[in-house]
Nanobody, 124 residues
Framework: QVQLVESGGGLVQAGGSLRLSCAAS????????VGWFRQAPGKEREFVAA????????YYADSVKGRVTISRDNAKSTVYLQMNSLNPEDTAVYYC?????????????????WGQGAQVTVSS
């Protein structure tokens, strides 16, 4: 199975940018669909973005569309989440998740493998 580790989180001022990385080990990430989710205190985990393994098609939540870009580098077995124009509402723990198959889900329950999460804090 694949193991996932997120990195790149931190504290940033409103309007700033961060790039999160999701590095896979154990198996190459090239044949996995990968999603990014986030969970703020007291809230449910919510979908942010996803990328398919077959054609690299991307999917975004409406709340981040235009500000966030998901990409993958299969040679490095890593998926990235570039986040721009951050605002305090983006503060959360960000998780990457992976699953096999032909469908690229946008629901957390559909993903089998999860990283430990990376804290992103946006100050006003």
């Amino acid at each position: 199975q694949v193991q996932l580790v997120e990195s790149g989180g931190g504290l940033v001022q409103a309007g700033g940018s961060l790039r999160l990385s999701c590095a896979a080990s154990g198996r190459t990430i090239s044949t996995y669909n990968v999603g990014w989710f986030r969970q703020a205190p007291g809230k449910e985990r919510e979908f942010v973005a996803a990328i398919g393994w077959t054609n690299g098609r991307t999917y975004y939540a409406d709340s981040v569309k235009g500000r966030v870009t998901i990409s993958r580098d299969n040679a490095k077995s890593t998926v990235y989440l570039q986040m721009n124009s951050l605002n305090p509402e983006d503060t959360a723990v960000y998780y990457c998740a992976a699953r096999n198959g032909w469908v690229v889900p946008t629901t957390a329950s559909a993903y089998a493998y999860w990283g430990q999460g990376a804290q992103v804090t946006v100050s006003s």
